[in-house]
C-alpha cells in the first residue's frame, strides 16, 4: 500500500458571483476525491473552463474571493499527521509554503520581477522563507541548486527579460524546489513552449522528483506530456473528476465517453486515418446540464444520464471512473 | 504543372537597437516555396523561425525586403488589391483577438460582402451568409446579433474561418489556428480545413508548431530554423523520415502521446537564441551533433535528396 500524501474528500470551490443583485454561482470544483501518493507525478488533464487550475488553487489552499469554499476538506500528510489546510490560519499556510509544499502557477515565466536580477529574487525568496541566513549564505544557496539542476550559473546575475521564456520557466521551477518541497503543484508548465523547450522543462521536472523523491501534481492540457511524465492521470471533465487511472490504463483502455474522444482524437504519427473530436462544446460551468455533465454530448446516453449525476467508482483496484454505463459501453 | 501561389528568393530584415549599436536580423533568409491549387501545405517551426513573417509579408501586411510573391501567374498581384484579398484570405491564432469585442460579428460578415461587392440585396447577403456558415456547421440563425463573448473558442474560430470563405478564396492563410481552441475540438478544425479542401478545392498554407496535427492534415511541408527552410517535402517524407539534424530534433521532441514510448535520450538548449541568428555559415552549427569544420563558415546549399529539400552540407556531394 502505497502512502497518501495529499487527500481531498468531496472537495467544493464555487466562484460566487454578484451582478446586480443577482447571484451567478460558478461550480468550478464540484465533489472532488482525490488521493494523491508520496513520491508519484500525478497528472491532471481537461479542456480549458473545466476546473483543473481551481482545484490547483484549492489543493494549495489559496482561496480568494470571489471563489469560495463551500465544502469538503483538504488533508495534507505531515510527518505521519493529517491536516486540514480549510482550518489552517494564513500564518500557518504561509509556513507550509515552499517547504512542504509549493505552487508554480499558470504562465509563470512572467512571475520574475523584471526590475531585479535572477538573485535577487532567490534571495528575497530565501529571506522571506529560511530565517537566519546572510545573503552570503542566501547566495551560495541559490547557486548550488542551480548548478545542481543543470542551469547555466550565469543566470543569477541576469535580469529576467535577457533570458527566453523556457529559460525563466525553469527558473521559476528550479526556485519552486529550493527548500525541498514534498508537493510541487505546476499548472501547465509547458504550454506557450515550443517543442524543444518543452522538453526541457519537463526533463528539469523529472530531474526534480527524482532527486527529492516527492509529489508533483501536474496540470497540463497535453497529452503528450502526461504520457511522458505522468504516474497516473486524472481526466476532469465540468468541475469533476470523471476518471482516474495509471497512466498506461488511460491511454491503453479509456473507459469513460469523454476520455476516449479525448485519446483517439490524438494525433499520431504514421497514422493518417480520420480522428474526430467530441461533438458539441463544453459546457458553462455556470449553467450545468442535469445529471452527468457530458449527456449532451454523449452517444452512450440513456435516462438515468439525463436523471443523476454518476458517483466516481472503482471499476479496479485502481481505475476509478464516474459513469452509468461503465463496463458496457 | 500549375502553381497557384510562388514564393521566390523572400527575405525580411529587420534592425533592432539604437543608431549607433545597430544590429540586423534576417527574419526571413531566402524563402522560396510554391502552393499547388486544392492543396494543403505546412510552415512549420519553433517561436522565431519566420513562418508567420512569411505569412504577414504574403498577406501584404508587412513589406518584404527582397524577392517575389507571384498568385496565380500574376507577378505584380499585391499591387491590384482588390483582386489579391479575394483571392487569399486569413485566419489567425487567437478568434477572440480577431473580432472587436463590442461589435456583434454578423457586422463584420455584411461589410467585407458589401467591400467587395457581392450581394445586391440584404437577402441576397444572408443566403450568401448562411451557406458559408452552414460550411463550417453553424446556421445564420444561432449566429446574427451576437457579441464574440458569446461564442466558445471552438464556434468563434469557426466563425473566423466563414469569414474568410466569404469571398470565395483560392487560398487561406491559417496562422496558428487551433493552438488557442480546446484539445478535444482541436480535430474538429483541423478536419474543417481538410473537407473545405475536398468540397471547394481551397488550398491551406496551415502555419504551425505542432508537427502531429500537421502530419495529420497536410501534404507537404516546410520546415524553418532561424529564418531559412532547412527542409522541405512530402509529410511522409519529412515527418517520418527526417533527413535534417534540426527536423530529427523536432521530431524528436515531440511528446507522443503514448507511455510506452517515453524520452530516454536527454537534450541541451540553446541559451542565447540572438547568437543563431547572427551565426554564420549553417545556423544550426551550435547544436547539431553532427557539426563539420565547414558547417561554421559556409551557408549550405539547397540540395534535393529523394526529392526531399534539405539545407545541409551533411548531404552535400563530394
Redesign the interface.
Known amino acids: 500500500m502505497k502512502d497518501s500524501i495529499l487527500r481531498t474528500e468531496n472537495l467544493k470551490a464555487f466562484y460566487v458571483l454578484d451582478m446586480h443583485g443577482t447571484q451567478k454561482v460558478i461550480k468550478a470544483v464540484n465533489e472532488v476525491d482525490l488521493e494523491i501518493w508520496e513520491n508519484e507525478v500525478y497528472g491532471i488533464a481537461g479542456?480549458?473552463g473545466c476546473g483543473k487550475t481551481t482545484l490547483l488553487k484549492a489543493l494549495f489552499g489559496a482561496i480568494e474571493p470571489p471563489l469560495r469554499w463551500i465544502g469538503g476538506s483538504v488533508l495534507y500528510h505531515i510527518n505521519d499527521t493529517a491536516v486540514d489546510i480549510t482550518t489552517l490560519d494564513a500564518e500557518q499556510k504561509r509556513k507550509l509554503r515552499m517547504e512542504f509544499i509549493s505552487y508554480v502557477p499558470q504562465g509563470s515565466m512572467s512571475v520574475l520581477n523584471p526590475v531585479l536580477r535572477v538573485r535577487d529574487a532567490y534571495q528575497d525568496f530565501i529571506s522571506s522563507h529560511v530565517s537566519g541566513k546572510t545573503r552570503q549564505d542566501a547566495f551560495e544557496l541559490a547557486r548550488q541548486h542551480i548548478i545542481e539542476l543543470g542551469l547555466?550559473r550565469n543566470i543569477l546575475d541576469a535580469y529576467p527579460h535577457q533570458l527566453?521564456g523556457?529559460?525563466r520557466q525553469r527558473v521559476t521551477i528550479a526556485l519552486a524546489a529550493l527548500l525541498k518541497p514534498r508537493i510541487i503543484i505546476a499548472d501547465e508548465p509547458t504550454t506557450a513552449l515550443?517543442?524543444?523547450?518543452?522538453?526541457?522543462v519537463?526533463?528539469l521536472l523529472m530531474d526534480i522528483q527524482q532527486k527529492l523523491k516527492n509529489t508533483i501534481v501536474l496540470v497540463t492540457?497535453?497529452?503528450?506530456?502526461h504520457?511522458?511524465i505522468a504516474n497516473r492521470i486524472g481526466i476532469m471533465y465540468a468541475g469533476k473528476m470523471v476518471e482516474e487511472a495509471p497512466?498506461?490504463q488511460i491511454?491503453?483502455n479509456p473507459i469513460h465517453p469523454?476520455t476516449r474522444?479525448?485519446?483517439d482524437?490524438?494525433?499520431?504519427?504514421?497514422d493518417?486515418s480520420?480522428?474526430?473530436?467530441?461533438p458539441g462544446?463544453?459546457p458553462s460551468l455556470a449553467d450545468l446540464p442535469s445529471g452527468c455533465a457530458f449527456h449532451p454530448r454523449c452517444p452512450y446516453v440513456i435516462a438515468s444520464c439525463v436523471d443523476q449525476a454518476p458517483a466516481l467508482v472503482k471499476l479496479s483496484t485502481d481505475h476509478k471512473v464516474a459513469c452509468w454505463r461503465a463496463g458496457e459501453i | 504543372m500549375e502553381k497557384l501561389l510562388e514564393v521566390e528568393k523572400l527575405s525580411k530584415v529587420f534592425s533592432l537597437g539604437s543608431l549607433l549599436s545597430r544590429v540586423h536580423i534576417t527574419a526571413v533568409d531566402n524563402v522560396s516555396f510554391y502552393m499547388k491549387p486544392a492543396e494543403i501545405f505546412t510552415l512549420a517551426g519553433?517561436?522565431g523561425c519566420g513562418k508567420t513573417t512569411t505569412a504577414r509579408i504574403i498577406l501584404g501586411f508587412e513589406e518584404s525586403t527582397s524577392g517575389t510573391i507571384i498568385h496565380s501567374g500574376k507577378k505584380e498581384a499585391k499591387k491590384e488589391k482588390v483582386w489579391f484579398t479575394e483571392g487569399i484570405q486569413a485566419i489567425f491564432q487567437d478568434p477572440f483577438a480577431t473580432f472587436n469585442p463590442l461589435r456583434t460579428v454578423d457586422r463584420y460578415f455584411f461589410e467585407t460582402l458589401q467591400n467587395y461587392n457581392l450581394a445586391r440585396d440584404k437577402q441576397d447577403a444572408v443566403d450568401w451568409i448562411d451557406q458559408k456558415l452552414k460550411l463550417v456547421g453553424l446556421s445564420y440563425q444561432e449566429f446574427s446579433g451576437r457579441y464574440p463573448s458569446e461564442f466558445?473558442?471552438?464556434?468563434l474560430q469557426r466563425v473566423s474561418i466563414a469569414r474568410a470563405l466569404l469571398t470565395n478564396p483560392s487560398l487561406l492563410i491559417a496562422d496558428e489556428p487551433v493552438s488557442m481552441v480546446?484539445?478535444?475540438?482541436?480535430?474538429?478544425i483541423?478536419?474543417l480545413f481538410k473537407k473545405l479542401r475536398e468540397e471547394l478545392g481551397v488550398s491551406v498554407l496551415y502555419i504551425t508548431?505542432d508537427?502531429?496535427?500537421a502530419?495529420?492534415v497536410s501534404d507537404r511541408i516546410a520546415i524553418m530554423f532561424r529564418g531559412n527552410i532547412v527542409e522541405m517535402g512530402s509529410v511522409e517524407q519529412v515527418?517520418?523520415n527526417p533527413r535534417h539534424p534540426y527536423t530529427q530534433?523536432?521530431?524528436e521532441?515531440?511528446?507522443?502521446?503514448?507511455?510506452?514510448?517515453?524520452?530516454t535520450t536527454?537534450?541541451t538548449?540553446a541559451?542565447l537564441?540572438h547568437e543563431e541568428y547572427l551565426r554564420q555559415g549553417c545556423k544550426f552549427a551550435g547544436r547539431c551533433p553532427f557539426v563539420m569544420e565547414k558547417c561554421r563558415i559556409e551557408v549550405p546549399e539547397d540540395i534535393w535528396v529523394d526529392d526531399v529539400l534539405v539545407k545541409c552540407h551533411k548531404y552535400t556531394p563530394e
Not at chain 1, 274 to 278: T, V
Request: glycine share 8%.
Open positions: 479542456e480549458s547555466p527566453s523556457g529559460m515550443d517543442v524543444v523547450v518543452q522538453r526541457g519537463v526533463q492540457h497535453d497529452m503528450g506530456v504520457a511522458n497512466t498506461e491511454f491503453g469523454y474522444f479525448l485519446i482524437s490524438l494525433p499520431r504519427f504514421g493518417k480520420p480522428r474526430s473530436s467530441a462544446s463544453p | 519553433e517561436s466558445s473558442g471552438g464556434q480546446d484539445a478535444s475540438l482541436r480535430m474538429s483541423v478536419n508548431h508537427l502531429a496535427t502530419y495529420y515527418l517520418m530534433l523536432l521530431r521532441s515531440i511528446p507522443e502521446a503514448d507511455p510506452r514510448r517515453r524520452w536527454r537534450i538548449l541559451e537564441e
